[in-house]
């Protein structure tokens, strides 16, 4: 099977190829030139906004930044990720009209109606499926590949969850010198309370990255190696949900501090990775002093090892992607 994707999120792209050209042995092509834009690429407001259009859209620029191993065969544009080590396979619009595809796989949600009707216009044998992975979605569609809890309507889902680099987030045993409490989670979510506890845990090094946060943005291997480096995790986030950095943090060996009530409120796998006490410190559940003695009690190097074991134990028995890749091509039969 053919599938088109769009691209905005390199770590999603990622587990797309793993699930489909590793796991389902699919062919997976992405999008490249300026003929995608206006009408089929809208991510970041794209319209009018050229340097948006050179990062995603741009041959040999932006995301598509040139290397020995880049090449073109046969109108099809090969860019070579070096951080994972695979080909990531581009076409531009003239040659998507040219090709036969089975799939078309919007992964952000504003391009799901024009994706549909390029779907319908040039691929009329092809399904449309959108790829849904942020909490906070309530479109209505057909079919549904997602990796949090869908809000809308469809006819049909499945959960598959997006796969991470397991040769990148990695266990590293914890730092006997260091008291390292560490926020990967953009635009200050939970602003407030990170600071509060940063004030309280005066002893600690705290860390906050992100889009929006004062220490700045972290390449994927950066953000790896700042968990490795991290005694324990601050991820508060709204609606809670298996993120990609909270998929790390646990495949890390590093418990986090966290919310508990936003992750109930969708409930599924995050509700279960996250248990108070034994994966993850509830900062709901106490109070700021009650939760600050907690947290000194496991910034103990030895105590950390031990939950290590739960975090990864806990993560190896919930999530399993060979098994959802078959759940996947069950649900891909029902539907072609």
């Not at 020995?68 to 695979?86: E, G, P």
Request: charge should be neutral.
């Amino acid at each position: 099977m053919k599938v088109l994707t769009d691209y905005h999120h390199g770590d999603l792209y990622y587990s797309l190829h793993c699930l489909f050209e590793k796991r389902l042995d699919f062919e997976l092509y992405s999008i490249i030139g300026y003929d995608w834009a206006d009408e089929y690429f809208k991510i970041h407001k794209i319209e009018n906004n050229d340097l948006i259009k050179e990062q995603f859209l741009m041959y040999e620029g932006g995301e598509h930044y040139g290397n020995k191993h880049n090449r073109t065969i046969d109108n099809i544009f090969y860019h070579w990720n070096w951080r994972h080590h695979y080909y990531r396979k581009c076409i531009s619009l003239d040659t998507f009209k040219n090709m036969n595809f089975d799939i078309i796989l919007p992964t952000y949600h504003h391009h799901y109606i024009p994706w549909k009707k390029l779907q319908e216009k040039y691929q009329p044998n092809a399904k449309t499926i959108i790829h849904v992975g942020n909490v906070d979605r309530k479109d209505n569609a057909e079919y549904v590949i997602r990796s949090v809890p869908f809000l809308g309507t469809c006819k049909s889902q499945v959960l598959v969850n997006q796969e991470i680099d397991h040769n990148i987030y990695k266990f590293v045993p914890v730092n006997f010198k260091t008291k390292k409490i560490t926020s990967v989670t953009s635009r200050g979510v939970f602003e407030n309370k990170f600071y509060e506890y940063k004030n309280q845990l005066d002893e600690c090094e705290f860390k906050f990255y992100g889009i929006g946060n004062p220490d700045g943005v972290l390449s994927l291997h950066e953000l790896a190696k700042e968990m490795q480096k991290s005694n324990i995790g601050w991820s508060l986030k709204s609606f809670g949900g298996l993120g990609h950095s909270n998929m790390g943090w646990m495949h890390s060996g590093r418990p986090i501090i966290t919310n508990l009530s936003e992750h109930r409120k969708l409930g599924e796998l995050a509700t279960q990775l996250f248990e108070d006490g034994v994966t993850c410190i509830d900062i709901d559940a106490r109070t700021t002093h009650e939760n600050c003695k907690i947290i000194r009690e496991w910034l103990d190097p030895e105590f950390t090892n031990k939950k290590s074991i739960e975090c990864i134990k806990r993560f190896n028995e919930l999530v399993n992607y060979e098994n959802e890749a078959e759940n996947l091509k069950k649900f891909l039969s029902n539907i072609f």
